[in-house]
């Protein structure tokens, strides 16, 4: 406290609380006016204003004092009318306020005015004078019960909260009608829409149905749509496929059995309205039908579309379609017939998983899908299906006449080795794909085919062909050169590890530079070697049972001969790698 205090009035006390204590008790309304309009704090000025009586004082610190909270109350200090020249007259952020006070009863006409005419914001930057009014309006048209007033704000009212407001509690059919159809804003008529009686209303429900520009009106009056003649002219006609639809779900299928079929055909239409017309369906011979012509769309996207990255596939016939037809000659005709071939390998692949015809019948089907469909990927599906055991020849014909790599390579893994060893021989050289060459590579009889082996180890593009061909060799010179020479260092490990010459083999492990991402070398690959060929036969024994690393048993393992101990091996080995070349070993010693 200051010392000059003391001598003041405590309505003058210089800390502000002292003051506002001081004003709440002062009844003199000269010092309040006053203090109102000039004490420094805003707090104290409200006390002052709250005992204030006059009226053209009040309704000038409405308008200027510089506080919010001030000047609403002087607002609401005031005991005239409030009119709206009073709140125009109001400053900008006091109005939204000010607007709340008003009493719809009496100003009403004011508010709708203001309602639909005021742009000026409040006190909050979300917060306008329209709005204030608006929610005045809405509250008072919640408690209406007069249906005249209603209907006027439901026909009338401004913003379209008001009219939305008013037709929730409008009853007039035929004003609702109308404002389903036209009101400008598009929640108003769904609203109205709403609250629409089925019963009375089901041609002009149709009409909305079809034409209205907002969904949620199109949805609703389709929900309350009941006549079938409507139904079906809504999904005929409807703009959206959201509202076809959600029409066609409410149709009846047996009725419109012609309009689900033409609609399922209809290969330019959208996708998941034939699907949910088709899922209507039950009649196995229209399913087939339907099924014959239908075709995948797909869609692109900016991506690498050569490869297929960046396509969507939207295929129409699903199994659970496929599961409605019983007939065999329909299943049957589909796979040969169907213009999709997505829908004839579909239909492919359920007649293999379901098993419906008998064993010889389903071979003699994918014999001739192997042969003569259009589709690369239908015949490669069939050709993995077909038993070897019963077409060897058709194999045979097809790894020299079928263009689809996938296919041939199918075909040469299922031919019996012992049977077309001059056909291998001939696609070894020939194929212009390298996966089948070396497919064909591995069925070759080593005993039968050096020099053929020799001059693909040399001389074929493929690294992977060279690779197998070299681990069918047994010319130790040509091994050697290999080791030594050729570009690719996968081919030149796999001659290292065939390898028998140390002298080439210490070249090898003193010369070759090629190291790959995990550390294993070419140089390693020689080393190893070296010590497992030096080995003596107990020695080679412990060093594939308990060398530390890997690569090192693994390499004792292909020179063992003691067919127990690779058994143990293949047993118990950790390593998968190592297990699997002593099973490898294993068949290879019993072949000899």
């Given at each position: ?30 010092l ?34 510089e ?28 109005r ?71 037709v ?9 009608a ?7 804003d598009?929640f108003?008529?769904e ?52 509202i ?11 009725k ?9 055909k ?29 075709k ?7 991506a690498d579309?050569?490869t ?11 199994k ?5 037809i019983s ?39 994918l ?8 589709d690369k ?6 050709v993995?299906?077909l ?26 893994n ?10 291998f ?7 212009k ?19 053929l ?9 493929d ?41 080439a083999?210490?070249?090898?492990a ?9 550390g ?13 060929i ?6 080679l ?34 390593s ?15 072949r000899?």
């Amino acid at each position: 406290m200051a010392f000059m205090d003391l001598f003041k009035p405590r309505f003058k006390h210089s800390n502000s609380r002292v003051r506002e204590e001081a004003v709440k008790r002062l009844k003199d309304q000269n010092l309040l006016k006053h203090i109102a309009k000039n004490d420094e704090i805003s707090y104290v000025r409200e006390v002052a204003v709250e005992k204030l009586k006059d009226q053209k004082l009040l309704l000038d610190i409405a308008k200027k004092d510089e506080n919010y909270w001030v000047r609403l109350k002087a607002w609401k200090q005031l005991a005239g009318p409030k009119t709206l020249n009073g709140i125009d007259s109001l400053s900008r952020s006091t109005r939204g306020a000010a607007v709340e006070e008003l009493d719809p009863e009496k100003w009403l006409d004011l508010l709708i005015d203001i309602a639909k005419n005021d742009k000026e914001g409040g006190i909050f930057p979300d917060y306008t004078v329209r709005e204030a009014a608006e929610k005045k309006l809405k509250k008072f048209i919640e408690i209406l019960e007069d249906q005249k007033q209603i209907a006027n704000f439901a026909k009338n009212g401004e913003p379209k909260s008001v009219r939305k407001t008013a037709v929730l509690k409008l009853e007039d059919q035929e004003l609702l009608a109308d404002i389903a159809k036209n009101d400008l804003d598009a929640f108003v008529r769904e609203t109205a829409v709403r609250k629409l009686d089925p019963s009375k209303w089901q041609e002009l429900l149709a009409d909305i149905a079809k034409n209205d520009e907002y969904y949620e009106s199109n949805i609703e009056a389709v929900r309350k749509l009941r006549d079938q003649k409507l139904l079906a002219d809504v999904v005929k006609n409807a703009g959206s496929w959201r509202i076809q639809k959600s029409a066609i779900e409410k149709i009846d299928a047996n009725k419109w059995q012609d309009l689900l079929l033409k609609i399922a055909k209809n290969n330019d239409g959208d996708m998941s309205v034939r699907r949910i017309a088709l899922d209507k369906l039950e009649d196995e011979r229209i399913i087939a039908e339907i099924a014959k012509t239908s075709k995948t769309k797909i869609s692109e996207y900016p991506a690498d579309t050569s490869t297929g990255i960046g396509r969507s596939f939207y295929t129409l016939i699903k199994k659970k379609d496929l599961t409605k037809i019983s007939n065999k000659k329909l299943l049957e005709d589909i796979v040969k017939n169907a213009i999709d071939p997505y829908v004839r390998k579909n239909t492919v692949q359920f007649l293999g998983e379901t098993k419906i015809l008998n064993p010889s019948k389903w071979q003699n089907l994918l014999a001739d899908i192997a042969k003569n469909d259009k589709d690369k990927e239908v015949r490669e599906y069939a050709v993995r299906k077909l038993d070897q055991s019963k077409w060897q020849d058709l194999l045979a014909w097809l790894t020299k006449n079928e263009k689809y790599s996938l296919s041939r390579q199918e075909a040469v893994n299922k031919l019996n080795p012992g049977k077309w060893q001059d056909l291998f021989a001939d696609i070894a050289k020939n194929d212009k794909d390298h996966l089948v060459r070396l497919n064909a590579v591995r069925k070759l009889n080593r005993n039968k085919w050096q020099n053929l082996l020799s001059k693909i180890a040399r001389n074929d593009k493929d690294s992977g062909v060279r690779t197998v061909a070299v681990m069918e060799l047994k010319d130790q010179k040509l091994l050697a050169d290999i080791a030594k020479n050729d570009k690719s260092a996968e081919v030149r490990k796999a001659a290292v590890e065939k390898l028998e010459d140390r002298e080439a083999l210490n070249w090898v492990a003193k010369n070759d530079e090629y190291t790959d991402i995990f550390g294993y070398s070419v140089r390693k690959a020689a080393e190893i070697r070296i010590r497992v060929i030096s080995a003596k036969p107990e020695e080679l024994v412990k060093i594939a049972k308990n060398d530390k690393d890997q690569d090192i048993r693994k390499a004792a393992v292909e020179i063992l001969e003691d067919q127990e101990v690779l058994a143990w091996i293949a047993k118990y080995d950790e390593s998968s790698m190592v297990r699997e070349s002593s099973y490898d070993r294993i068949k290879e010693l019993k072949r000899k």
